[in-house]
C-alpha cells in the first residue's frame, strides 16, 4: 500500500515538473526561431536575430534590469518588514478595530488592478507621486503587502509567543526576546514572504505603466509590447532573462536567510 502512495506522489511529482519545464524548453527554443507556425512539431527557420537584437541594446538593457530588481527589491524587502509587524500584531494582540483593519489590508486582494491602479493615480497625481519611482514603489508595495501579511501571519501563528515570554521571564527585553527567539524561527516564511513580494513587484506592467507614467522603466515595461506584438523569439529572450534574474535573486536571498539562521540560532541568554 504504501509502495503504491510513493508511485502516485512520484507520478504526480513527476507530471508538476513536466508542466513546469515543458514551457521554459519552448522559450529556449524560440530564442533561436524565427518562424514555427503551426502544425509543424519543429521550426522552419532558426535564427541569433532576437539573441543578437538583445546583445545590441546591451547599453539600455542593463539600466532597465538594475531599475527593476531595485525596486523589487525595496518592496520586498519593506513587505516583509511591515508584513512581520502587521502578522505579530494581527496574531499576538487584541485590539479594537482588528477585524476591519485585517479587511483593508486585504483590500488589494478584493479590487481589480485596473480600478486600483487608477485610484491610486489620482491621489498620487495630486500628493505628487505621480511619474515617480518613488511612487511605483509605494504602489507596488500596497500591491504586495496583503501577500506578505497572509504568509507571516501563518508563520506567527506556528511561532507563537511562548518562547518570547520565556526569555523576557529570563531578564530578555522585548526586542532582544524578538530578534533572539521569534525571528530566527519566521526567517523561512519571511523568505517565503520576500519571494511572493518580489515576483509580484518584479512582473508588473499595467499598475507600472499607470503610476510611471511611461518614466519608470522597468523589465514588465520592455517585454509586455513584444508579447502583445507577437514578436515571440524577443519576448521569449526577454522571459529567459526574466526567469534567470528571478532565480539568482532567489538563490542570494536563500543564501542570505541561510547564513542569519546559522549565525544567530535560538540563545535564551
Known amino acids: 500500500m504504501i509502495g503504491e502512495r510513493n508511485k502516485i506522489v512520484l507520478l504526480i511529482l513527476f507530471i508538476m515538473s513536466l508542466i513546469i519545464l515543458i514551457p521554459i524548453l519552448i522559450l529556449i527554443v524560440w530564442t533561436f526561431t524565427e518562424r514555427w507556425s503551426w502544425p509543424s512539431l519543429i521550426p522552419q527557420v532558426f535564427s541569433l536575430r532576437a539573441s543578437k537584437d538583445i546583445i545590441g541594446r546591451t547599453s539600455q538593457f542593463i539600466p532597465i534590469v538594475y531599475s527593476s530588481v531595485f525596486i523589487s527589491l525595496v518592496v520586498a524587502g519593506l513587505s516583509v518588514i511591515i508584513g512581520t509587524m502587521t502578522a505579530r500584531a494581527f496574531v499576538l494582540y487584541e485590539f479594537k478595530g482588528k477585524k476591519i483593519l485585517y479587511f483593508l489590508s486585504m483590500i488589494p486582494f478584493v479590487i481589480p488592478t485596473t480600478i486600483f491602479a487608477l485610484g491610486l493615480q489620482i491621489v498620487f497625481i495630486k500628493s505628487g507621486f505621480s511619474n515617480t519611482m518613488f511612487g511605483v514603489i509605494i504602489a507596488h508595495l500596497v500591491y504586495s503587502l496583503p501577500y506578505a501579511i497572509i504568509l507571516l501571519i501563518d508563520g506567527v501563528k506556528a511561532v507563537g509567543k511562548s518562547l518570547e ?97 546559522k549565525n544567530y540560532s535560538i540563545n535564551y541568554y
Open 165 to 261: 515570554e520565556q526569555a523576557r521571564v529570563l531578564g530578555a527585553t522585548p526586542m532582544k526576546a524578538f530578534r533572539k527567539v521569534s525571528l530566527p524561527l519566521l526567517v523561512p516564511v519571511m523568505l517565503s514572504a520576500f519571494s511572493m513580494s518580489y515576483i509580484v513587484s518584479f512582473s508588473q506592467y499595467f499598475l507600472t505603466l499607470i503610476i510611471g507614467g511611461g518614466k519608470v522603466k522597468t523589465f514588465a515595461i520592455v517585454m509586455f509590447p513584444y508579447l502583445q506584438g507577437g514578436t515571440r523569439n524577443i519576448a521569449s529572450v526577454y522571459s529567459l532573462v526574466f526567469l534567470i534574474i528571478t532565480i539568482i535573486v532567489f538563490i542570494l536571498s536563500k543564501l542570505i536567510a541561510d547564513k542569519y539562521s
